[in-house]
């Protein structure tokens, strides 16, 4: 019988064709056999036919049983804890089944996959690390502190008054009306050190960030088709074939729109800096007395210096790394704020625009200046172009920022929390992270 | 009393003064004191800069419908020629030369684009400039005009209003038409009816020269098609030709009927734009400035010059 099974090679995969047609020839002998009344056909036919029905049967008692979906395409998944293997998956991955190989079996996993695709944000949000035990916190705020600086809250002027506020020596007085028009308070947040980069933007592709509609505003909806690479995959306009071109993973993606942006901001646990937020991170002000504020022109000064930013005249002809000119930073340690890449800010054009330009309402605010900004006044901290939500241009990228109101939270909420079991957290993690998003 | 003094007599200079003059653009005597040419009203300054170099100006006619971009284009260009480090470059002659770039340059980096260029020919702005470039060993010297898109339409209605445009489409080198991109892909062709007509004129006085044996050879002279304001249509920097064939159909025959040397390009100032209130009235306004496609025509065309 073993000589048999080995030579039908039953209980290694066969394939359904092979088992159809040495079915079919005994059937076929059986037939012969009855039909010419030949005793030995009979025989021969009904022994083999009898072994192989079986055989078959036996083998398909010996089989475990699994999903129907994922029987013979996917080999299955070795995982040590029987809890978590009989743990129903996150809703979200449910009807992603490419996802399901990626699904991490452990809160360790899962911490780490969510730390290697740049989403530590999510991991820091209360309703995730409650979940979470301490290590897995402090190494996702490692990750945050490498990742992303501090931005202190207070006073940031914009607008017009701004650049009167750097060119002045010392300080700027402005009128009272003036000031309560383009005086803005922001409070602490996290902004990132660079610009997102291809990289990272391809571990939001590469997710199916794209066919996530939760990540995207509702009025992107109908352009999200649109939003395609040179071979009509979904990615940014400028890639191939979903992927960047070779040697450009750490250059800053552009080609995305105000709405990639958000989505990505979205699944990274992120969102957009307002143009407070970033201008206060570039200009670094100082405010010696109410109303009395000197803000930076440049993250390192105030005269520019070609050393320290890509700009037209810098003759780079692209984008650069995220991690050339480091001379650059400003004084928190954010780089590249000036020059490279234009960056999308998640605050209207309109919002401190002049009051005498006319845009339309939906352009969004664009700050920082990019490789071929031709004059180096229009790269300054505080000049401000625009853009249309929908434009994928070659020279506008993003970076993220993370207020420190949601981390705020999860400290206090950690501080309380004390160890849980580890099947625990992961079940709850998973659900949180689901929920989360 | 009154005291005799001794003058010299300085009998060269005076015959110096009689010796006239040739207008670069016109070609017609003009007395060597008088700064500004009595037919035309070009700069008799580009004359005298053209008698103190070995090499001959070549003139170069920029024909543009009104609003096509000639003043930002030519600015632009004198303005990244002059910064550049490497090849190509331009050194302007004279300070006449400069204030194009000047005014541009002032104009854009400030949030506005130059004003429109003025009827009157004495307010044109003309640079002369030595052009270096990789595929030439000698350097060329180039002279062109900033003429106003009106005064072109005005000459192709009313023959010698403007005997400056005449003389630049009799006696250029090389020709370098511009049109609006924005407008050609709204399928607004009415300005291409004045470039049209200039292109005819061109063809016209080339016959004339031929007839009256000034020239013996056929149109040899190279094009440059430039569509501008590129950043706003999408395809028309990266494959030009094809957005010509599509939206400029008329005008692109027209070329390549006239001059069998001509080349295609796009090119962009202006990243994006938007308007702003001056005086109560809507100016349309740059947001930023990404300059784009803007030396490669000139060089083809002063490398096909010969």
Known sequence: MARIREFLRIGEPVSTWVRRTTGGVALAVFAAGLWWHNSSLLGVGAVVLAAFLFLGWRETADRPA?????????????????????????????????????????????????????????????????????????????????????????????????????????????????LERFMHRIETLYLDRYPVTNLEFRQFVHAGGYEKLEYWDEEALPALLDFVDQTDQPGPRYWVEGLYHGGDERRPVVGVSWYEAS????????????????????????????????????????????????????????????????????????????????????????????????????????????????????????????????????????????????LEVAEEEDAQGDGVEESTVTANAEEAFAASI | MPSLAQIPLESYLLAQQAAPIECLVCQQENCRSATRCRFCRAPMALAHQAESVKQKPRLIAVLGASGSGK???????????????????????????????????????????????????????????????????????????????????????????????????????????????????????????????????????????????????????????????????DGSIEDPREFAEAHAATLLGSCQTRFPRYQVFGCSVAGATAYRDLYGSPQHVPLRIEPHGIVEPFGWLVTEMG
């Open chain 1, 66 to 178: 699994e999903p129907r979906a994922h029987s013979t395409e996917r080999r299955p998944r070795s995982r040590p804890d029987s809890e978590t293997e009989a743990r129903p998956l996150p809703p979200r991955w449910v009807g992603h089944p490419e996802l399901v190989d990626e699904l991490p079996d452990s809160a360790d996993a899962l911490v780490d996959e969510m730390l290697k695709t740049g989403r530590y944000a999510l991991l820091l949000r209360p309703e995730m690390n409650r979940h979470l035990d301490r290590e897995h916190i402090i190494r996702a705020v490692r990750h945050l502190d490498e990742a992303m600086a501090l931005v202190p809250a207070g006073r940031v002027l914009l607008g017009p008054l701004a650049e009167q506020a750097s060119s002045s020596s010392g300080a700027f007085d402005a009128e009272q009306k003036l």
């Open chain 1, 263 to 406: 989505a990505y901001a979205r699944w990274a646990g992120k969102r957009l800096p307002t143009d407070a937020e970033w201008t206060k991170a570039g200009a670094w002000p100082v405010e010696s007395a109410p109303g009395r504020i000197a803000q930076r022109r440049y993250p390192w000064g105030e005269s520019f210096d070609i050393r320290r930013a890509n700009l037209w005249g810098s003759h780079r002809d692209g984008p650069v790394d995220v991690d050339e000119y480091p001379d650059g930073e400003s004084v928190g340690g954010v780089h590249q704020l000036v020059g490279n890449v234009w960056e999308w800010s998640g605050s209207p054009l309109l919002a401190s625009a002049e009051p005498t330009l006319h845009v339309p309402e939906t352009y969004k605010s664009v700050r920082g200046g990019a490789f071929d900004t031709y004059f180096e006044n229009h790269a300054t901290c505080h000049y401000q172009s625009g853009e249309h939500p929908l434009a994928r241009r070659h020279n506008i990228g993003f970076r993220l920022a993370l207020p420190m109101a949601t």
């Open chain 2, 71 to 233: 003043t930002t284009y030519l600015g632009m260009l004198m303005d990244i020629l002059t910064r550049q480090v490497g090849l190509p470059r331009t050194t302007a002659r004279g300070p006449l030369s400069i204030s194009l770039q000047q005014t541009t340059a002032t104009a854009l980096s400030t949030g506005w684009f130059p004003e429109k260029t003025d009827h009157d020919p004495e307010h044109w702005h003309w640079v002369h400039c030595q052009f270096h470039c990789r595929r030439r060993r000698q350097p060329v010297e180039v002279v062109f005009a900033d003429v106003a898109g009106d005064a072109f339409a005005e000459e192709t209605e009313h023959d010698g209003r403007y005997p400056a445009i005449r003389g630049i489409l009799a006696n250029c080198a090389g020709v370098i038409v511009l049109a609006d991109a924005e407008r050609l892909k709204a399928g607004d062709h009415e300005h291409d009816f004045v470039t049209l007509k200039l292109l005819t004129l061109l063809g016209d006085l080339r016959d004339e020269q031929l007839r009256n044996r000034r020239l013996r050879t056929s149109e040899r002279r190279p094009l440059a098609l430039v569509l501008t304001k590129a950043d706003k249509c």
